[in-house]
């Protein structure tokens, strides 16, 4: 007889209500969990991708919306999943924050490094060029290539004469304040803080030494940067300018007109000319050298280092002629009295005729 033990039992069944709260439990761990890495995922994982040593320039202008910065993106083809930054960036009210800019875009870049970057205006400086300008309105549209700021805007403000009167110009002698160069600014640069960056490299470049020599010559730094611009026209091979410089400062000196082509080019308003003829002479203008002693009122463009730096330091020399070499070279020919002159013109006349040049 097996005897009764009253503390044995069998094992008690958790009832179904129970393993129901259970499972439900866990079906909603296991939820949040997907949910919160997709969630990881979506704001912090792979959101640019570019090939390798790549970057992606993102352009937002003023008043851009989130849609078209989207469709910026998928026309550079850089993020593939636009759909997750447009949930993030909402979410994130970068509607309401979003600055203008130049962004530049690197590979592996998550949804929340974006849309920081854009709301907090963590632009990326962009590079401004301008060589071989000859007017204000090429400057003008050169510069609103590469910046925010359109050339209507930019050229409203270099015709600003209030601005130009308080940094030393005129309309004639602004083009002397442009230094032709690389500079690094902000895309969103105004073209009033363009002008005065252009103002504030012109101060630094015009140092006590260049000033000095301007002022040993005898001439302002307008009128150094003016016949620099004559020579910048009249040859693009750096070693003659000094040379011509010296034959424009030996006309000057003596009191001879310069009779500089470039100039009447730039009074007839017409840069592709290949020869001047007596028509051209005649033009009323100051710009024309031939008609008017001296200096013309201001640049006739936009004169590079190389030719500033080159009437600063002129050759000293005895020559007050130049001509362009027969041989169509780009070189010239200098002579120190007329006659040498005439021979070198004819020569160079003959070489123009035979190619058919009128």
Known sequence: MIPFNRFSARKTEKPAWHRYILWSLMGATVLALIIGIKLYMVLFGTAITLPADTYGHLYVRTGETLESIAEDMRKMGVHPRLREFKWVAHRKKLDQTLKPGHYVLTNGMSNFQLTRMLALGRQTPVRVIFHNIRTIGQLAGRIASQIEADSASLIKTFNDSVMLNKAGFNASTLP????????????????????????????????????????????????????????????????????????????????????????????????????????????????????????????????????????????????????????????????????THMTNARRYQRALNALGIK
């Open 176 to 339: 002397a304040m442009f230094i032709p160069n690389t500079y690094e600014v902000y895309w969103t640069l105004t073209p009033k803080e363009f002008f005065n960056r252009m103002h504030d490299e012109f101060n630094v470049f015009w140092d006590e030494s260049r000033k000095k020599r301007c002022a040993e010559m005898g001439y302002s730094i307008t009128q150094i940067v003016t016949l620099a611009s004559i020579v910048e026209q009249e040859t693009n091979k750096n070693s003659e300018k000094s040379t011509i410089a010296g034959v424009y400062i030996n006309r000057l000196r003596k009191g001879m007109p310069l009779q500089a082509d470039p100039t009447v080019k730039y009074a007839v308003g017409d840069f592709s000319l290949r020869r001047i003829t007596g028509e051209h002479l005649t033009i009323d203008s100051p710009y024309n050298t031939y008609k008017y002693q001296g200096l013309p009122p201001g640049p006739i463009c936009f004169p590079s280092i190389a030719s500033v730096e080159a009437v600063l330091n002129y050759e000293d020399h005895g020559y007050y002629y130049f001509c362009a070499r027969d041989d169509l070279s780009g070189y010239h020919e200098f002579a120190r009295d007329y006659n």
